[in-house]
């Protein structure tokens, strides 16, 4: 018996919290205290969380740039 569901194929690259801290280079508290503060987007499942790689990205992009930074300079 097959049953009516199918299994549909999805390319999602999921992170760990310890992997987002390691690329923003911040403790995993603090990657925890962005994703409930709701300024970094993940998902709960069952008692794990994970962030979409793009919402990673996308975080990142919106992160204001350093002062100092590269920017402006010739």
Same mark, same amino acid.
């Given at each position: 018996?097959? %049953?009516? +569901?199918?299994?549909? #194929?999805?390319?999602?690259?999921?992170?760990?919290?310890?992997?987002?801290? /390691?690329?923003?280079?911040?403790?995993?508290?603090?990657?925890?205290?962005?994703?409930?503060? %709701?300024? +970094?987007?993940?998902? #709960?499942?069952?008692?794990?969380?994970?962030?979409?790689?793009?919402?990673? /990205?996308?975080?990142?992009?919106?992160?204001?740039?350093?002062?100092?930074?590269?920017?402006?300079?010739?």
């Amino acid at each position: 018996m097959t %049953g009516g +569901l199918k299994s549909a #194929k999805v390319s999602v690259d999921m992170l760990t919290v310890r992997q987002v801290a /390691e690329r923003l280079a911040i403790h995993p508290t603090t990657a925890y205290r962005l994703i409930y503060q %709701g300024r +970094l987007r993940a998902v #709960k499942i069952g008692r794990v969380v994970r962030v979409k790689e793009e919402d990673l /990205e996308q975080f990142i992009a919106l992160l204001p740039a350093p002062p100092g930074g590269k920017e402006g300079k010739e």
